[in-house]
C-alpha cells in the first residue's frame, strides 16, 4: 500500500451494505457460470434443432442475445472450469476476458503479478490485460531477469515460487509501453501475426536492452532487430527495419 492509499473505516449500514453487495456479485458470477454452461450443452447437443435452423438464431429468439454474448458466456462457463481444477476463486467475467491468450495454467501468476504490481487487490480488467499481455510474450519465448543471479532466461528456468517477482519487474519496466501505446495496435499483435506464418519469433534480453530474433523454419535464416530499452519498442524497431528492408528491396 502506498501512502496515496488511506483507509477509512466502514460504518455498519456500510458494512452491511457491502456484504449484500458482494452477495449480489457472487450469486451473478454463478449465474452467468451456469448460463454458459446451459448454452454450451443446447449448442454442443443442437437441442435448438426442432425449431431453429442455428444456435445463434435461437439465442436471439429464445433470450433476446446477440452471438456475441452466448459466446462470452460460454466461454466464462468454460473458464470457470479451469479455475474450478486449480483451486482458484472465479474473478469476474470481464476480468477473465481479460485473460485471453493465456494458458490456464498461468491464471495464478497473471492475477498475482497484476495485483502486485498495481497495488491493488481487485486489479482492474485493463490491469490484468496488460499483465496477460507480458506473460503471454514471456510464455512464448521473451527473456526475464533470473531473480538471482540477474541473468537474462527464459521463464521456464525460473523457479516456479519466484516467477512472480521476476514477471512483475520485467512487466513494471514495459508498464510506460503499454500507456504509449493505449488505443493502437499492440506490437505484440505483429508479432503474433509472423507466428501465424510459421516464422519462428524470440525475443532476447541483452545486456543493453531487448533484441527480436526471427527464424524462418524453410531456410533457417535468422534476422535480428535493433535493440531496445524496452520490449515494446525492440519489437517496434524491429518491424521498422525489416518493412523498411522490404520496401527498398
Known amino acids: 500500500m502506498t501512502a496515496q492509499h488511506v483507509l477509512q473505516l466502514l460504518t455498519p449500514e456500510e458494512q452491511?451494505?457491502?456484504?449484500?453487495?458482494?452477495?449480489?456479485?457472487?450469486?451473478?458470477?454463478?449465474?452467468?457460470?451456469?448460463?454458459?454452461?446451459?448454452?454450451?450443452?443446447?449448442r454442443?447437443?443442437?437441442l435448438y434443432r426442432e425449431s431453429y435452423d442455428s444456435f445463434q438464431t435461437y439465442a436471439e429468439d429464445r433470450f433476446g442475445m446477440s452471438r456475441q454474448r452466448a459466446y462470452q458466456l460460454m466461454d466464462y462457463a468454460a473458464t470457470a472450469g479451469e479455475f474450478e481444477k486449480r483451486g482458484l476463486q472465479l474473478p469476474p467475467e470481464r476480468i477473465t476476458r481479460a485473460l485471453g491468450g493465456v494458458v490456464p495454467d498461468d491464471y495464478a501468476l497473471v492475477l498475482d503479478v497484476a495485483r502486485g504490481?498495481?497495488?491493488?487487490?481487485?486489479?482492474?480488467?485493463?490491469?490484468?490485460?496488460?499483465?496477460?499481455?507480458?506473460?503471454?510474450?514471456?510464455?512464448?519465448?521473451?527473456?526475464?531477469?533470473?531473480?538471482?543471479?540477474?541473468?537474462?532466461?527464459?521463464?521456464?528456468?525460473?523457479?516456479?515460487?519466484?516467477?512472480?517477482?521476476?514477471?512483475?519487474?520485467?512487466?513494471?519496466?514495459?508498464?510506460?509501453?503499454y500507456r504509449d501505446f493505449a488505443g493502437e495496435e499492440s506490437p505484440l499483435d505483429?508479432?503474433?501475426?509472423?507466428?501465424?506464418?510459421?516464422?519462428?519469433?524470440?525475443?532476447?534480453?541483452?545486456?543493453?536492452?531487448?533484441?527480436?530474433?526471427?527464424?524462418?523454419?524453410?531456410t533457417g535464416e535468422i534476422r535480428e532487430g535493433p535493440q531496445g530499452d524496452t520490449l515494446w519498442k525492440a519489437i517496434t524497431a524491429a518491424r521498422a527495419a525489416w518493412e523498411d528492408e522490404r520496401e527498398q528491396g
Open 44 to 46: 454442443d447437443s443442437r
Open 16 to 42: 452491511a451494505r457491502l456484504t449484500e453487495l458482494e452477495e449480489q456479485v457472487m450469486v451473478g458470477a454463478s449465474a452467468a457460470v451456469l448460463a454458459g454452461r446451459a448454452l454450451t450443452e443446447i
Open 190 to 218: 505483429w508479432l503474433d501475426g509472423l507466428r501465424l506464418i510459421g516464422v519462428e519469433v524470440d525475443i532476447l534480453l541483452r545486456s543493453s536492452g531487448y533484441q527480436v530474433r526471427a527464424t524462418d523454419p524453410q
Open 117 to 177: 504490481v498495481t497495488g491493488k487487490e481487485h486489479p482492474s480488467a485493463t490491469d490484468v490485460k496488460a499483465t496477460a499481455d507480458a506473460v503471454r510474450d514471456l510464455a512464448a519465448g521473451a527473456h526475464v531477469e533470473h531473480p538471482d543471479t540477474g541473468q537474462p532466461v527464459p521463464l521456464s528456468q525460473v523457479p516456479p515460487e519466484r516467477r512472480v517477482e521476476a514477471v512483475s519487474k520485467a512487466v513494471r519496466r514495459g508498464s510506460k509501453d
